[in-house]
C-alpha cells in the first residue's frame, strides 16, 4: 500500500514535470487489489493506450507530446493536447464504455493548472463497480468483493475479449507491446 502511494507521488511529479498550457490526459490501468502489475495488467495497459491514440486520432485532435512509464501502478500513459479538457474528459469517458475492458481502464484528463476534472463537474454519475450495480467507489471502500473474485472477472473478460477480437486485439496491442514488458521502463515521444 505504502508503495502505491509513493507511486502515485512520482505519478503527480511526473505531470508536473509536463506541465505547460495545454490539458492532459493519464491514463492507469483500473487493477484491483494491491499488485497492479499481475496479469493480464500489461495487456489491458496496451489496449487501453492503442484505444486512446487511435480515438484521438478519428477525433482529429493532435497529440503534443506522449510518454508512457512502466511502474508499480502498471504502465503509466501521459498524453499533453492542446484542447478544451472538458471536451477531452467527455470523450475520454467514452473510451471508458467502448468495450467489455474498457472498464479497467481509469483515463484522467487534467486542466492546464494541474487540476482534475471530475465526471461530477461535467454531471455525470460516478463510475459503476464492474461486479455489481453499486458505485466502485463505495464497493471498494467496504471491500465488497473478495480480490480473488475481482482478478477472475478481468482475466474472464480479457480471454472473452481476446476471443471475440484476434484481429483487432494483435493490431491493438503490439505497437506499445514492443517497447515495454513487464520491466521498469521509461520512453517519450516527441511529435
Ligand atoms: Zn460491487
New binding site residues.
Partial sequence: MKQILEQREKLQALRSSLRDDSALIQFTVNMPGANKTIYPSYELASLGINTIIKDLYIYNIEIKNMMFHNSTLGMIGLFKINEDPYLLKRLCIEIECENILSKYWDIDVFNESGRKISRKMLQLSPRK?F??E?TAKE?AFIQ??PIEKLLQQVVLDFQHFKCMNEDCYSLLSNPILCNGGYENEKYITNR
Fill in positions: 463497480c461486479i455489481c453499486k464497493c465488497a468483493h
